[in-house]
């Protein structure tokens, strides 16, 4: 799902209604990716506890019904999620977005059925700490050479080194190629589209993978 003006929008909204520096959209965009606590700490260091939990609230309000920048599902994804699935492979979500919120988009893009299990940051530790990780891999009784982490920001393939899985970069999302790539993912796709054949040419034997 393209988030990522939704994201900077909310983000930019709550500063302004503490008064807060706000942001520019590079700044909101770099921490995209983040457990919404620590993007927040990272765009206000050094600001008390309260502040921090008043951002929080107020980008809660925002991305939760008080914005109306839209996300829409990248062309083709919904596809890729059922033809994968009808393929056999484990998918699962590891994300920054809070419980609430993945719910509900899950639930909008009629897609939760396809996942079989998922995390989100307020449920754990935030990326890159592996943990989130490692949680749902326990879940689907998968294993680091089983799995691979897809991701289109550094915290989503420092996360996946850090669990010792492979990852795979696309260029479409939030950060560069360039900072992707540094991370050692097996490859960088262009559109979601293209994860199907990559699959199909970089897959090993075994049939249990997460995307």
Request: glycine share 6%; aromatic share 6%; net charge negative.
């Amino acid at each position: 799902m393209d988030s990522e003006a939704r994201i900077v929008a909310c983000m930019q909204a709550a500063a302004q209604d503490l008064e807060l520096a706000v942001p520019s959209n590079d700044e909101a965009r770099n921490i995209i990716g983040l457990g919404l606590a620590e993007a927040v700490k990272t765009l206000f260091p050094n600001q008390s506890e309260q502040l921090t939990q008043q951002v929080v609230t107020r980008y809660r309000y925002h991305f939760l019904g008080g914005n109306p920048t839209k996300s829409e599902l990248f062309a083709g994804a919904d596809e890729v999620i059922k033809t994968l699935s009808k393929q056999g492979y484990l998918l699962a979500v590891a994300t920054g977005k809070g419980r609430q919120g993945l719910d509900r988009v899950l639930e909008e893009t009629a897609l939760g059925a396809y996942f079989l299990a998922t995390r989100c940051a307020d449920e754990t530790l935030s990326k890159p700490n592996p943990e989130m990780l490692n949680q749902v891999m326990d879940e689907l009784g998968a294993t680091p050479d089983e799995t691979l982490m897809i991701g289109d920001t550094e915290y989503d393939l420092q996360m996946a080194n850090n669990a010792n899985t492979a990852s795979l970069a696309v260029s479409y999302g939030v950060h560069s190629v360039e900072r992707l790539m540094q991370h050692q993912p097996l490859g960088c796709i262009d559109r979601i589209t293209d994860l199907v054949s990559w699959l199909e040419n970089n897959s090993s034997a075994t049939t249990q993978q997460m995307a």
